[in-house]
């Protein structure tokens, strides 16, 4: 079967139509409430789901996504669960796509070929690591194509241009641009640079471009949709989570809002 990133990005472009990507911790506030809200998050029109394994030491993360990391981790939050939780989706026919979100220690830990194999036959359609480097790595990259999984690689704002034609070359799926310099958060404004920097990548490649890192609110998911492929949401989703307490309904109310807002309307 095709790769369902490869898929929901062709079929957005021929269709003309923006893609929301949305951000979650796994395990918080627990495996069942991600579980629950993936599926909340697919009915209301979210296009890829990125599924971030909790990490004692990010390098990305803002104290937003640090905060729900570091709990789910003293929830004792594991490795594997993320590819049990995944497989159950797939049982339950859910089929948006769905990237895994880690830094490389724990790659490296689990074992390369015991990672892609997880991930096939959980039913991921790919991984986001960023803090490896696409010039650092031949094998891990070799073994995700060879089970026909995505490795997306980020655009930074300090990236040069020989640099982003390298990224753009290796990175499959999609491209993730980082908005802003810094880590992940909730933002009251963006970079003013965004559309040099979208510019920039769009003369290295045709691959889809979407765009992270600060993207906090309907105004601005609609802003950057506008000049770019579609936006991913993490921070402001994790805020979301925590001021529900334990409720799906605000989480769910503010995904809609959000997927309007990136697919057409403010």
């Given amino acids: 079967m095709k790769n369902r990133l490869v898929r929901k990005i062709n079929e957005a472009h021929g269709k003309k139509r923006k893609l929301f990507c949305a951000y979650l911790t796994l395990g918080f506030p627990s495996i069942s409430y991600t579980e629950k809200l993936i599926v909340a998050l697919v009915k209301v029109g979210a296009d890829i789901i990125e599924l971030g394994f909790p990490f004692s030491d990010p390098l990305a993360d803002g104290p937003t996504i640090q905060f729900s990391s570091e709990y789910a981790l003293r929830h004792g ?3 594997d669960r993320a590819f049990q939780l995944v497989s159950r989706l797939r049982k339950r026919g859910v089929q948006v796509p769905i990237l895994f979100f880690s830094y490389y220690n724990p790659i490296y ?14 039913g991921f359609d790919g991984v986001i690591i960023p803090d490896l480097p696409p010039e650092e790595d031949r094998e ?19 990236s040069t241009s020989k640099r982003i034609k390298m990224i753009t070359q290796k990175s499959s799926g999609f491209i993730y641009l980082v908005s802003l310099k810094g880590v992940t958060g909730v933002r009251k404004k963006l970079d003013a640079n965004v559309v040099f920097h979208v510019c920039r990548i769009r003369k290295a490649t045709r691959k889809a471009v979407l765009i992270g890192f600060g993207v906090s609110n309907p105004k ?5 949709s506008r000049i770019s ?3 991913i949401v993490g921070s402001a989703f994790i805020e979301a989570i925590r ?11 503010f995904a809609k809002r959000m997927v309007s807002a990136t697919k057409g309307s403010k």
């Fill in 220 to 224: 601005q998911a609609h802003r950057m």
């Fill in 77 to 79: 939050v594991k490795f």
């Fill in 140 to 158: 891990l990259p070799r073994l995700l194509r060879s089970k026909g999984l995505s490795l997306v690689y980020l655009v930074t704002p300090t």
């Fill in 109 to 122: 830990q689990k074992g390369y070929k015991r990672f892609t194999q997880a991930l096939k036959k959980s």
């Fill in 229 to 231: 492929d579609g936006v």
């Fill in 243 to 253: 001021r529900a307490r334990g409720r799906l309904g605000p989480v769910v109310n």
